[in-house]
């Protein structure tokens, strides 16, 4: 296996690796104030972004009974507690 192949297979690893490097070496880069501004976006984005992907992997048979029931049982219990205030 050559370099470039092995780099390839490894390229999550080697990515975490330079992410962490670049974190130590500039540690302000991702602080408050910085560039990457991360009081919005981990706050907002990057929460958003999880849960959004984690909805994509769900499989269509589970998402069409429970999640649906689970809504309409949400949606209905908030709609009824309005009622009574």
């Known amino acids: ?3 470039l192949e092995r780099l390839r ?4 690893i080697l990515g975490i690796v330079l992410v962490i ?5 500039e540690p ?3 602080g408050k104030g910085g560039p990457l501004k991360p009081e919005i ?3 907002y984005i990057a929460v958003s972004a999880i ?6 992997s769900l499989k269509t ?5 429970r999640l649906h029931a ?3 049982i949400f949606s209905g219990d908030i709609n009824q507690s309005g009622w009574w205030e």
């Open 1 to 3: 296996m050559g370099m």
């Open 9 to 12: 297979k490894e390229w999550f």
């Open 21 to 25: 490097a670049v974190a130590k070496w």
């Open 28 to 30: 302000a880069f991702g």
């Open 41 to 43: 976006s981990i706050t």
């Open 51 to 56: 849960f959004f992907n984690s909805g994509l």
């Open 61 to 65: 048979e589970f998402a069409d009974s």
């Open 70 to 72: 689970t809504s309409c």
